[in-house]
């Protein structure tokens, strides 16, 4: 089984799945898995791909400390 990447257009932009399929990753969504192949590896380097910004969970406690100090 190939390893998954999570990846995503940028805002306001398409990028066409692998394979000739009329089907496209579209910005402003949720992120996609998509396999780890060479292709999608090509559009992460070029920037018609990007990669989602990891985030943490709202009950982390250092968040919960931070928003208490600010």
């Known amino acids: 089984m190939r390893t998954q990447l999570k990846v ?11 394979g ?3 089907i496209g990753i579209i910005g402003d969504r949720t992120p996609v898995g998509v396999p780890d192949t060479a292709y ?4 992460l ?3 018609s791909l ?14 919960a400390s931070r928003k208490r100090k600010e």
């Open 8 to 18: 995503m257009a940028p805002e306001g932009r398409i990028c066409p799945m692998e």
């Open 50 to 63: 990007i990669r989602p910004a990891k985030t943490k969970p709202l009950d982390d406690p250092d968040m």
């Open 20 to 22: 000739g399929k009329r």
């Open 45 to 47: 380097a070029e920037g």
């Open 40 to 43: 999608y590896r090509r559009l």
